[in-house]
Structures are given as C-alpha cells and as structure tokens.
C-alpha cells in the first residue's frame, strides 16, 4: 500500500512540474516538408526533403493493421493526407489534424454502405496511463506528450503526410 501511495504521489509531483512549463515550443529549424509514417514499424519521420530532422516511435489504433475503411474499426487510415488543423486543447494534450477522409476513403466506405470516420490526428498520450499501451487509439497516430509538442512547433498546416503499412 505504501508503495501504491508513493507511485501517486509521484504521478501528482510529475503533473504539477510539467504543467508550469508550456506546452508550446518554438521552432526555427529546417522547414518540415513532409510527414512519412510506416505502420508496420511503428516509426513517423518527419522530413525537410530527403533529410530526416527527426523520428518518433508511434502508437497506433487499437486495430493497427490493414487500412481504415469505415468508423469505429478502430484502423488508422494509409494514404496521402495533409496536415490541416491544430487543437491545442486536445484532450490529449496537443494535436494535429489529418485530413482523412479523402475523396477515395469516402467512396470505398459508402460502397461497403458505411461512413467513413474522421477526426484523425497525431496527438500525445494526454492521460499519463496511456504510455501502458502500445495501440490504444481509435485510428490516430500518438506520441508521447513531449514529442508532441516538438512535432506541434515543427510541422505546419498543409504539410503532406504519407501514412504507409
């Protein structure tokens, strides 16, 4: 019990220390050009050209094979997206918008008589429990909160992003 009580009293100190730094960083780096994710590996570069400026390992859906297809198969979608939004007061401490669904993602959904989904983000972990699992989301890409807020600074709206196997 006693180590229980210590592990919370921990947590509580860490959230007390992270929430008087701000959670919005400053970049003026190399422009990011372009957002590369591959499922399979778990891995999101994020590109000025063909130069990596830098590599996270990624969670993913709770279902993280194959393409997402239609809401709640808890999938993350594969394709050519862009970054089109930002919320900085995600539940899940910041995110970037991807704008999926496409006009490809529509029409396979409506063909299997579904809708497709949407609200498909990068985002952090938010709830300091969620580092517990790998694949958790309903179809985003997570990083840990830190990332975040290095990838909120570095990538802007309209970057492309390719979301492979």
């Known amino acids: 019990m006693r180590l229980l009580l210590r592990l919370l009293l921990i947590i509580a100190a860490l959230s007390v220390l992270t929430g008087c730094s701000s959670k919005f960083k400053r970049y003026d780096g190399p422009e990011v050009t372009h957002v590369t994710v591959f499922k399979k590996a778990r891995r999101m570069y994020l590109l ?3 130069r990596v400026l830098k590599s996270y390992h990624i969670g ?8 997402k297809k239609i809401e709640g198969d808890g999938r993350t979608p594969e394709g050519r997206y862009t970054i089109d939004r930002r919320n900085p007061d995600s539940e899940f401490h910041l995110s970037i918008g991807i704008d999926y669904p496409n006009e490809r993602d529509i029409a396979e959904a409506k063909a299997l008589g579904k809708e497709p989904g949407g609200d498909i983000f990068i985002h952090g972990r938010g709830n300091p429990t969620q580092f517990l699992l790998s694949d958790w989301t309903w179809g985003c890409i997570a990083v840990t909160n830190n990332e975040i807020e290095e990838i909120y600074a570095m990538v802007r709206d309209g970057t492309p992003i ?3 196997r």
Do not use: E, K
């Open 60 to 67: 993913l859906g709770f279902a993280p094979t194959g393409d």
């Open 48 to 50: 000025s050209g063909n």
């Open 162 to 164: 390719t979301i492979h």
